[in-house]
């Protein structure tokens, strides 16, 4: 179990430098944001258009392992890519591998999770999964921010560094304690006549579906309210702004690193609906606070919402996925199901907030995203069946 937390946290090191450091570096290499924003585009187009496929390649996957290593090895070279030569096509070439790459990487940590501790103890290891990934990504936040102010260049090649120990870990997981019918939900050996259904079939799992529309409408509102706080702060705060917005992203990950595995542990008392229920609604709740709420400093402690909602979906959706997708041999395609959804919804987000805050205000923007925030809790309320397995089997 060590070796996958530590995998887990190089892991979080490592995406952490794919995030705003890409805009800083290719802004300092004299790119024009034209090309900026065409590179992050087509990195975005092809991680929606991804996730299915890379879940359905894990499911077919003999190795989750490896499948991991390769991912893991094919990031650190985009990111070598990046750091050696900063040109147009080296860098969109580096910015599609990276995005096929994360496509199979996040299925596989869970599958390996799974697979390591059968269905009965998964919520708590996804608890503990997302505190290392927290933490990972909280540490990492700060160490680039720190090494990007020496040199943005110098952020890439932190991250090939961290391949070394990412590869030890994930081979410290011993490939003998992940049973391979657990890790992608298949029936399990004594159920030697059932086969996995078909990737097709899967799309007619009316839970699953009304899942994964609740966490369209989730992401549809909650992807843009950090980046439009963010311009609120700027205005009202003026130099202070990159002070609190730094909060408004670190102690969230606090939050989540220390709430993460009670969430892991009462999925399995009271079942998932509740905390499905809670994450929900602390977002609409947020966005009415961000709309009403003036002084900078509050908005920061406003932001704290953010990290009930990360712990809880951290934790939720690929154990809601587990549980949707028990007995079909497809988690991990059901997980890229899900992640097709949640990446529409975010990829929307933005457009509709800019033009609700350019046309309305600011006040307006949130309010029309709590809105959204608040059909997606009203559809968990209605039509979200509790999917906690009445009784737990290690061996499915």
Known sequence: M??????????????????????????TQKWTQI???????????????????????????RSERRVAGIAIVAICL????????????????????????????????AAISLGLVGHAAISERLGRNARFAAVGNGLAAAAM??????????????????????????RAIAASEIDPERAHCAPPRRHATKRPIKPGDLMHSRPLLIFAACLLLFHLANAAMLPLMGSVVTMRSGRWATLLIAACIVVPQLLVAA??????????????????????????????LFAVVINPELLVVVQLLDGVTAAVFSVMVPLVVADLTRGTGRFNLGQGIVGTFVGIGASLSATLAGYLSDHFGSASAFSGLAAIALVGLGLVWQLMPETRPAVADEDS
């Open 2 to 27: 060590r070796g996958l937390d530590w995998f887990i946290f190089f892991v979080a090191d490592v995406q952490t430098g794919f995030g705003p450091f890409v805009s800083v570096y290719l802004t």
């Open 35 to 61: 090309d900026i924003g065409l590179v992050l585009s087509a990195a975005g187009f092809v991680s929606l258009i991804g996730q299915m496929p890379g879940g359905a390649l894990v499911d077919a996957a």
């Open 78 to 109: 985009s990111a070598l890519g990046y750091a050696a030569v900063p040109i147009f096509p080296l860098v969109l070439s580096a910015a599609v591998a990276h995005s096929l790459a994360s496509c199979v990487l996040g299925p596989a940590i």
């Open 145 to 170: 921010g720190g090494v990007g102010f020496i040199s943005p260049r110098a952020v890439f090649i932190v991250i090939v560094l961290l391949l070394v120990p990412a590869l030890l870990a994930l």
């Open 259 to 288: 709430l993460s595995p009670w969430i892991g542990r009462k999925a399995q008392s009271w079942g998932r609906r509740p905390l499905l229920l809670l994450g929900f609604a602390a977002l609409p709740l947020r966005g009415v």
